[in-house]
């Protein structure tokens, strides 16, 4: 399976500020996701990140709120707008190789907004 | 449409005892399912997967699945408890191949006491 890398791991902002998250993988992927992982919560998918083109967003998310970056087969990046003490959560990236029939998860993004 | 059941949030173990995790899934075709682990502070680990192979899957760690498509279920077991299992357990489902569409149950969270 892929190496999957995320910067940061954790970070503390303050309302109204906005953060990017990278995601990075040592190999080639076909699909890139990003989900979000509220305290005490399940994994909700975010988005779909497409190479080349706009991500494709799950209902209840848009992209003013979350853009998402994705320039190569190997790199993403997810952007929190204009945060607020709810977008406290742990953000994830996964891939899925070139089988396609598993995803593979990074260490995740622990944010905390005051 | 796909949906999981987790039939329990919270499970509690003796170490050297067995472990069940009991899930329950719903979906309009024959879907993929996999068990993910989550440590405390740490990203999602695929444990094991079901993809209309084998209906009994063997993990990492010891862990173990059996696919009962009568049963509707997944449930995950281990023949002996182990301190370091003391985790939160997710059961998903994707009705696609791809495993482009995940859906994550609630989780459920094992204790393992001396």
């Known amino acids: 399976s892929a190496v999957i890398s995320q910067k940061p791991s954790r970070d503390i902002c303050q309302r109204g500020t906005s953060l990017t998250i990278q995601c990075q993988v040592d190999s080639q992927v076909t699909m890139m996701f990003w989900y979000r992982q509220q305290p005490g919560q399940s994994l909700t998918l975010i988005a779909t990140?497409?190479?080349?083109?706009?991500?494709?967003?799950e209902s209840g998310f848009v992209i003013d709120k979350f853009p998402i970056s994705r320039p190569n087969l190997t790199f993403s990046t997810l952007t929190v707008s204009n945060m607020s003490p709810e977008d406290s959560s742990i953000y994830l990236c996964s891939v899925t190789g070139t089988v396609r029939d598993t995803q593979y998860f990074g260490p995740g993004t622990r944010l905390t907004v005051l | 449409a796909q949906s999981v059941t987790q039939l329990d949030s919270h499970v509690s173990v003796s170490e050297g005892t067995p472990v069940l995790l009991r899930c329950n899934y719903s979906s309009s075709y024959s879907p993929s399912l996999f068990w993910y682990v989550q440590h405390p502070n740490k990203g999602l680990q695929l444990l094991l997967k079901y993809t209309s192979a084998a209906t009994l899957v063997k993990g990492i760690n010891g862990f173990e699945a059996e696919f009962k498509k009568s049963e509707t279920s997944f449930h995950l077991t281990k023949p002996s408890a182990h301190m370091s299992d003391a985790a939160e357990y997710f059961c998903v489902v994707s009705d696609t191949g791809t495993a482009s569409k995940l859906t994550f149950g609630t989780g459920t969270r094992l204790q393992v006491t001396l």
């Open positions: 990140a497409n190479q080349g083109s706009e991500a494709t967003y």
